[in-house]
């Protein structure tokens, strides 16, 4: 979470920070700040609430060519204008932005900083008034940089001004994204590429515990200790039309409707010279010699692993265990003999996953990402990688994201089925194909999604997302759309689980959505909704041709049944979609959240 740029070279740097601000603002988005440095010093600007706010407040006149930003997701400290970035030292020569959380704040407080008057309730702070305090000491302002790191536990991606040395950006990173941009005759850096990539398309990977010391015609990368590092640059494939909303009302519409494009094409990205669909040999020869894969997931793509969970152990014949990552780091269960880590993040940055990924790997076990976000975190950093080819995905609720990762880890399952002869009479291929018409059919029908929204949940104060088997992990999806965007309290349950005591909420109109996709258990799940109804619910079925009935609220075109999640989620995502909008709720920034969770 939180969003750093910085900037040094010709031009006015107020621009070009607060457009690199504006793409970070996913990262969070509760106040935000700039420091400017020019010949007359170091001004700050800091608002509460969004970038907008900041940009309003920056005057107009004000010339820089030097400067830092932040946008900020609070830890410590509620969302004003004291608690945003950037902090200043006491005398105010030290002006500094962090992304991250420093574990051992308050006891560094404690031991160096008695005698000094801190002027928010940051974590952050702790660290620009401890560099001041040891240059007061009599370090240099390099030696006090790199003596304060070395006493700081926890994550930071940190940019740093230093009034009387104005011609360096002073730069370091551990756990939290940080990345440099190059320039000609600027450098720039930023919390991750598509923040400039307006002014370049060169980027420099940095990694955990390395300083930086940043100039307008040069970077000098060092490990903490002081050994010089040299690292080419890679060029950033990204397209800026991805990253922008067009004529979209909202980033969240724009992503729900790639969905169709997105599954043909990773179709496409996953074929061999022969048109068969493939993964890379040595993921599957890492799959294969697994006696077991420990999925490890947080939210949404905790959601896809559940269903990659039974795409596997169907189709290629490997147990699967599903975990969230924020759990299984330290409470480990038993493992088995070979087993094989499938780090599943859109982001690849979330610090709760990539925690896991460390453990794991500091224990041997091989480790496999698949991730949206090439060059990321948990994607460097796992033996294997996988890409999801979604595009960016901005909105902080994940549609695109999600069904990608269906996709991908079915074409995992499948071509390791086949390699060991599992999988016969089925061409995922073919079947992909018709999923990807059945969700544009989804996607065409905003206008019915709109109507239901409005009919189910209008009143609402809470909901249930009910299904059996596949549809049941479905469920819990819609019921995290629904909550994160529209604010509607939302469980999502398996059908028959209900009546051991949950059924006890329901009431005269509480809204129930339930699937009914699976045809082993579409009776099931018919009776658990008459079991509601008969309480008072206010129940929309939306079941698949060919298990359909007259009760039914919406019928969905027709998939195998084991891609049936790709098209069952499609009307739960546009369902808390028109929910929120209804609502009047921010539907690409709701509240109290980020996209990208880089602390634990
Ligand atoms: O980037 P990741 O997939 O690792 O992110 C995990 C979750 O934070 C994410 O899926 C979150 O639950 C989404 N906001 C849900 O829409």
Redesign the pocket.
């Known amino acids: 979470m939180c969003g750093i740029v910085g900037y040094i070279g010709k031009e006015d740097a107020k621009e070009i920070l607060l457009q690199g601000l504006e793409k970070l603002e996913y990262r969070g988005y509760d106040s935000a700040g700039l420091a400017l440095c020019n010949e007359k010093g170091i001004t700050v600007i800091k608002e509460k609430g969004r970038i907008a706010d900041l940009r309003g407040a920056v005057p107009l006149d004000i010339q820089a060519t030097i400067g830092i930003g932040h946008t900020r997701w609070a830890t410590h400290g509620v969302p004003n204008k004291e608690n945003a970035h950037p902090h200043q030292s006491e005398s105010g020569r030290f002006t500094l932005v962090h992304n991250g959380v420093i574990e051992n704040y308050h006891l560094l407080q404690q031991t160096y900083l008695q005698q000094v008057q801190l002027k928010s309730e940051t974590d952050t702070e702790v660290i620009v008034q401890l560099i001041e305090k040891f240059v007061k000491d009599g370090m240099p302002t390099e030696e006090a940089f790199r003596h304060t790191l070395r006493l700081v536990h926890g994550s930071y991606a940190i940019a740093m001004l230093d009034a009387d040395e104005p011609e360096t950006i002073f730069i370091a990173k551990n756990k939290s994204p940080l990345l440099l941009g190059v320039g000609k005759g600027f450098n720039v850096v930023a919390s991750d590429a598509m923040a400039m990539r307006q002014v370049t398309d060169q980027f420099v990977e940095l990694h955990d515990q390395e300083i930086v010391f940043v100039r307008k015609n040069e970077m000098m990368i060092t490990t903490l200790d002081g050994t010089i590092i040299q690292r080419d640059p890679f060029t950033a494939e990204i397209d800026m039309s991805d990253i922008e909303k067009g004529t979209y009302p909202h980033y969240m519409m724009k992503e729900m409707d790639e969905q169709p494009g997105i599954i043909r094409k990773i179709s496409q990205q996953y074929e061999d010279e022969n048109g068969e669909l493939t993964i890379d040999t040595a993921v599957l020869k890492a799959i294969m010699n697994a006696d077991r894969l420990y999925i490890i ?7 896809a692993g559940l269903i990659g969970k039974q795409y596997i152990e169907k189709m290629a014949g490997i147990p699967v265990e599903v975990h969230i ?1 924020s759990e299984f780091g330290y409470n480990l269960p038993l493992l088995s003999e070979k087993p094989l880590f499938l ?8 610090a ?2 990539r925690q896991v990924l460390v453990k794991v790997k500091a224990m041997g076990y091989p480790t496999l990402t698949l ?3 090439s060059g990321s975190t ?1 994607s460097r950093e796992a033996d294997y990688t996988l890409l999801l080819h979604a595009g960016p995905e901005i ?5 695109k ?2 069904t990608a ?1 269906l996709a991908v880890l079915a074409i995992i399952a499948y071509v390791t089925g086949k390699a060991q002869g599992k999988v016969q009479h089925f061409n995922l291929k073919k079947e992909l194909a018709i999923t990807a018409n059945a969700i544009q059919t989804l996607v065409d029908a905003k206008e019915t999604f709109e109507e239901i929204a409005h009919e189910f949940l209008a009143t609402a104060r809470n909901a249930f997302f009910l299904g059996r088997n596949l549809d049941f992990y479905v469920s819990l ?1 819609g019921a ?2 629904l909550k ?1 965007i529209s604010y509607i309290q939302a469980e999502g349950f398996a059908g028959g689980e209900l009546k051991h005591g949950t059924i006890a909420l329901i009431e005269e109109g509480t809204p129930i959505f339930a699937l009914a996709t699976q045809q082993a258990v579409a009776l099931n799940i018919r009776g658990n909704v008459k079991e509601v109804v008969a309480r008072g619910a206010h129940a929309c079925i939306i079941a698949m041709e060919g298990v359909e009935e007259a009760e039914d609220r919406f019928i969905l075109p027709h998939v195998h049944e084991l891609l049936t999640p790709l098209i069952s989620v499609i009307p739960l995502q546009l369902i808390s979609y028109y929910a929120a909008l209804q609502r009047g709720c921010d539907v690409d920034k709701p509240r109290n ?1 980020a ?3 880089t602390v634990e």
Do not use: M, P, R, W
Not at 297 to 303: I, K, V
Not at 395 to 399: F, I, M, Y
């Open positions: 997931a947080a939210g949404t793509s905790y959601h990552s780090f599943i993040t859109q982001s690849g940055e979330t709760d996953s991730t949206n976000v948990l909105a902080v609720a994940s549609t994201a999600y990762q999806e995290l759309k994160e959240l996209k990208s969770v």
